[in-house]
């Protein structure tokens, strides 16, 4: 009877989680869009709602909501779809959708999807080659003669799709961790005036203009020619039409030249145009950090520079010294300071509530800052007919990164309450992703902020001249 209860609390939760990624989908990727395909509204939908219900399942461990039974189940099941959708699902429908889109390719899309797929599955096992990922006890080691579980096994596909997701991850938070605080702190904003903007206004006007004059000059000169029948037929089309112009007699206009310097002209009014834009949007960065919200989004680009050096110094020390911590960044602290206090205090009771509030912030902003990332992302390169293909990847994406959270998420909690996430994970090597982690972190917080240096040198000065 409580198995019952406990599954239909799951169906249900799960039941609202797929409403607000259908709603998500409807609302936010395609509504610019009118042709859905509904089997890709629905893998997405699927996805993120039992990603989510992943993130469930480790609040109720924590918590000791349902039966450990029931719950071991639900992991089980829904590790079980996820990585059925992952492995199998979306990477097919990808390749189905983009030999759709071939035209010569439309009649065996059926048999190119499926060889599509095959070619993923081939470079999907072959990524576990090179990584330390399984237990020498239970996993695949190539050439050593240990006898590996079976190739669908969750251990040999969680293994694989967590070093994906954990790359991905990775990559996210290094960015992320540099540009938060570059974009919030007022500190890196440049000093932009009315007087800045209305030079690079008038340097745009007056380039325009130039590029009009010539545009006319070169259009005279064709309508010139075309009358004193100075062109013929050949050779065909404007470009050739311009290198007969140009063999034609002294005084004549030297086209060549003049499309030249206009091109030349709409390069440089294209940039123009776009340090005008840059320059509208720093000044509203800097009215908006007058206001009280702005200078508490400020403050926090403070405490998040303060968190960069610290993440960056300790991905370092990890990397240097092969460390992973064994306990949980919560209860570490909390003995640390007691011990420093010499004071009574139930370390294992408030452990457990403060591991329950980090987890949770951790999980809300996992799921809005990618659900943020993704939008723009979708945004920025979709369009009618790679529309489908996209969403199906943002879908992969979003549940590679959902699954390599649970991985990394397992560390931040206290060690009793890893028991059923790691009967169900089975025999990885947790070490190893956190090490990759702290790795791809590093190499994604440097590479960031040389980027951001480097752009932030090229931009416009704070008083320019006219």
């Given at each position: 009877m409580s198995f019952l209860i406990d599954s239909s609390?799951?169906?249900?939760?799960?039941?609202l989680f797929f409403g607000f990624g259908w709603l998500f989908f409807m609302r936010q990727l395609f509504k610019d869009y009118e042709v859905r395909q509904y089997v890709v509204q629905v893998i997405f939908s699927v996805t993120f709602a039992f990603s989510c219900t992943m993130f469930e399942l480790i609040i109720f461990e924590i918590l000791g909501v349902l039966n450990s039974s029931s719950r071991y189940f639900h992991w089980k099941l829904n590790l079980c779809v996820i990585l059925l959708i992952l492995v199998f699902l979306v990477p097919f429908y990808i390749g189905y959708f983009i030999v759709s889109n071939i035209r010569l390719l439309h009649r065996q899309r059926l048999l190119f999807s499926c060889g599509l797929w095959l070619t993923f599955m081939y470079f999907f096992w072959k990524l576990g080659d090179p990584f330390p990922i399984l237990s020498p006890k239970h996993g695949y080691i190539p050439n050593n003669g240990i006898e590996s579980k079976g190739i669908l096994s969750i251990e040999q596909l969680i293994s694989r799709v967590g070093v994906i997701g954990v790359t991905l991850m990775a990559l996210l938070s290094g960015f992320g961790a540099v540009n938060c605080p570059y974009t919030y702190m007022s500190y890196f904003l440049r000093n932009v005036t009315d007087t800045d903007i209305l030079a690079l206004e008038r340097r745009l006007l007056q380039t325009m203009d130039m590029i009009i004059s010539k545009k006319k000059r070169i259009a005279m000169a064709r309508r010139n020619l075309f009358q004193k029948g100075e062109v013929n037929n050949k050779p065909s089309g404007f470009w050739g039409m311009i290198k007969s112009v140009t063999t034609s007699a002294p005084g004549s206009e030297n086209l060549t030249l003049i499309q030249q310097e206009v091109d030349a002209l709409e390069e440089l009014s294209r940039q123009l145009f776009l340090e005008t834009v840059d320059l509208y949007a720093t000044k509203e960065r800097i009215e908006y950090s007058k206001t009280f919200k702005g200078k508490y989004f400020n403050f926090l680009g403070y405490f998040f520079s303060i968190y960069c050096v610290w993440k960056i110094f300790m991905a370092t020390i990890n990397i240097v010294f092969d460390r992973v911590g064994k306990t949980d960044p919560v209860t570490r602290g909390i003995e640390i300071t007691v011990n420093y206090l010499g004071i009574q205090f139930d370390v294992k009771f408030w452990s457990q509530h403060i591991s329950f509030i980090l987890v949770g912030?951790?999980?809300?902003?996992?799921?809005?800052?990618?659900?943020?990332?993704?939008?723009?992302?979708?945004?920025?390169?979709?369009?009618?007919?790679?529309?489908?293909?996209i969403v199906l990847l943002l879908a992969q994406i979003m549940g590679m990164y959902f699954v390599s959270s649970v991985l990394l998420i397992r560390m931040s909690m206290p060690l009793e309450y890893r028991t059923i996430i790691t009967e169900v994970l089975g025999e990885l090597q947790f070490n190893f992703y956190h090490r990759w982690f702290d790795v791809i972190f590093l190499v994604s917080a440097l590479s960031s902020i040389l980027f951001l240096y480097l752009a932030h040198k090229q931009a416009p000065e704070k008083h320019m001249t006219p």
């Open positions: 609390i799951m169906v249900t939760s799960q039941v912030i951790i999980i809300v902003t996992s799921i809005r800052g990618l659900l943020i990332t993704l939008t723009k992302f979708f945004y920025a390169i979709s369009s009618s007919k790679s529309s489908n293909v």
